[in-house]
């Protein structure tokens, strides 16, 4: 079992920056892959950014380049740097773990003001 805290989130202003952190706690020696999903009001979950146990990192085309996703392993949390925010980041957003099975975190709303 894997569970997840999540903090960060809140209300920023277009251009702003948030870092949200995902903290896990349990059986984290299993874990394969740390992500960030997130879901807007009225869409689909979205995937924004992966790291693998090996540290390669993957962005979805709307982040690369302002998001950054990133892991403290001695605090076994993943973080998650976003900079240069804007509207159509608002979002509520999910940190996700996958060891044998899949976690997810109770999610965080980040809100981009224009």
């Known amino acids: 079992q894997v569970q997840l805290v999540e903090s960060g989130g809140g209300l920023v202003q277009t251009g702003g920056s948030l870092r949200l952190s995902c903290e896990a706690s349990?059986?984290?020696?299993?874990?394969?892959?740390m992500a960030w999903y997130r879901q807007a009001p009225g869409k689909q979950r979205e995937w924004v950014a992966s790291?693998?146990?090996?540290?390669?990192?993957n962005y979805a085309n709307s982040v690369r380049g302002r998001f950054t996703i990133s892991r403290n392993s001695a605090k076994n949390t993943v973080y998650l740097q976003m900079n240069s925010l804007k509207p159509e980041d608002t979002a509520v957003y999910y940190c996700?773990?996958?060891?044998?099975?899949?976690?997810w975190g109770q999610g965080t709303q980040v809100t981009v003001s224009s």
């Open positions: 349990g059986s984290i020696s299993t874990i394969n892959t």
């Open positions: 790291l693998s146990v090996a540290g390669g990192t």
């Open positions: 996700f773990v996958q060891t044998i099975r899949n976690y």
